[in-house]
């Protein structure tokens, strides 16, 4: 079982203050969403548990050990990062970029065992790139990119998923499937830790939620417990009028 553990983790740069005093832990079988404004902390968070960047305090461990004495490898093979910029350094096929997803097993493009490539055409099929799977990456759109990017993920198998905005730039029936299949890696065992700015989108699928703010975490529980109109008015500064359904939360702004 493989559980992410962050303890007072803080990041600053210079004087400015980009992450206080956070804890959180990841663990099979949950997705966490974290929700916040622009220049929350999301991204400092999620690269800090990651051992990414540096911390001037805090830790985070992964079953007992600190995350920054992993080799690269080690990490990659327990947790799959899907970044907020995810650049490319070359167009290459969609199935490739895929497969790059198995490369801390040991695989390369052209060279995958068995278990890569069924691992590989499972996150093709799921992310529905069946037909773009020999396009190059430089043919796609924004949010063709995305699902490959996320597919690539998909295809490493890791025990934890760690992804940054993974719905940005796709339509509502593709961000509908995304978040359908992070749900279902974690029913089937994984463990997911999830940045969202659609907060019913976040409430509908996650089983925790996280609210940032000024870098500090302000709020953390059940979509049922957090999603109301006062932490809406304390985390984004809308006037906002909530109601639940069997779907989840109905959330109508109404103004600053």
């Known amino acids: 079982m493989t559980e992410l553990v962050a303890k007072n983790l803080s990041v600053a740069a210079g004087d400015v203050t980009l992450l206080d005093d956070a804890s959180l832990t990841l663990r099979p079988r949950q997705l966490i969403a974290v929700l916040g404004p622009n220049g929350a902390g999301k991204t400092t968070l999620l690269t800090a548990m990651l051992g990414l960047v540096d911390t001037c305090r805090g830790s985070t461990t ?87 990017h996320f597919a690539r993920a998909l295809a490493a198998r890791t025990p934890l998923l760690i992804a940054d905005e993974p719905v940005a730039a796709l339509d509502p029936r593709h961000q509908l499937r995304i978040a359908e299949l992070i749900r279902e890696f974690v029913d089937t065992g994984g463990g997911a830790l999830v940045v969202l700015h659609d907060v019913a989108l ?31 008015q304390q985390v984004y500064g809308v006037r906002a009028h909530v109601e639940f359904d069997k779907h989840g939360p109905d959330i109508r702004i109404k103004g600053s």
């Open 62 to 148: 992964m079953d007992g050990r600190n995350v920054a004495s992993l080799t690269p490898a080690e990490r990659a093979r327990n947790i799959s990062y899907l970044p907020q910029r995810r650049p490319l350094a070359w167009p290459n096929r969609v199935v490739d970029i895929v497969a790059l997803g198995r490369f801390a097993h040991g695989a390369a493009p052209g060279r995958l065992s068995a278990a890569d490539a069924e691992a590989v055409d499972y996150a093709i099929d799921a992310c529905q790139l069946r037909k773009l799977m020999n396009r190059h990456a430089d043919s796609l759109s924004g949010g063709e990119l995305a699902r490959v």
């Open 202 to 232: 976040a409430a509908r699928f996650a089983d925790q939620l996280v609210w940032m703010s000024c870098g500090k975490i302000v709020a953390t529980g059940s979509p049922r417990d957090t999603v109301t109109a006062d932490l809406m």
